[in-house]
């Protein structure tokens, strides 16, 4: 944002809102200043203000989540505390993350389609067995949302009728 034609503010987030009020005409704009930011702050007030905006995709916060331990070398503890979820979510969440992406990304933008529970990543990421066996499980209960058959369906498999974000307390 610039003021007399130097650039002044970085918006970090509240394009909406600030598209919002320019169209109404709106003299001044309201903002909130944090200051200097770094690079994991303002992703971090960007992937909060994208939660509370809507409630995007379980798969989309895992993917998130995962993406802001590696590249601002966050620990889950770290994540956790920022995004104000239990590190046990975080954990599973990354988890599913790290399992997911050895996909290809066509079949991870499908998986993206359809509903998929926490408690659905929970029960796979804390089976036995190896990677391979987990994400085997994973697409058997998603072709099986899907209706495309498979095996029988038990109670920890259903998959739920609405996106289930978080799990424990923040």
Do not use: C
Not at 91 to 97: F, G
């Amino acid at each position: 944002i610039e003021v007399d034609g130097k650039p002044v503010f970085e918006l970090v987030a509240g394009w909406r809102r600030l598209r919002a009020a320019i169209s109404v005409g709106l003299p001044q704009i309201p903002i909130v200043s944090y200051g200097v930011l770094t690079d994991a702050e303002a992703d971090a007030l960007q992937l909060l203000e994208n939660e509370q905006r809507k409630q995007p995709h379980i798969l989309d916060t895992a993917f998130r989540f995962l993406d802001m331990h590696r590249r601002h070398n966050w620990t889950q503890d770290r994540v956790a505390h920022e995004m104000g979820r239990s590190k046990g979510t975080v954990s599973i969440l990354m988890r599913a993350a790290e399992l997911l992406e050895t996909l290809p990304v066509q079949e991870q933008n499908a998986m993206r389609h359809q509903i998929v529970s926490f408690r659905m990543l929970r029960n796979v990421v804390g089976e036995d067995g190896d990677d391979a066996a987990k994400i085997a499980r994973l697409q058997a209960i998603l072709a099986q949302a899907r209706g495309e058959g498979g095996e029988e369906e038990g109670p920890d498999d259903k998959v739920e009728g609405s996106l289930v974000q978080g799990g424990a307390a923040k």
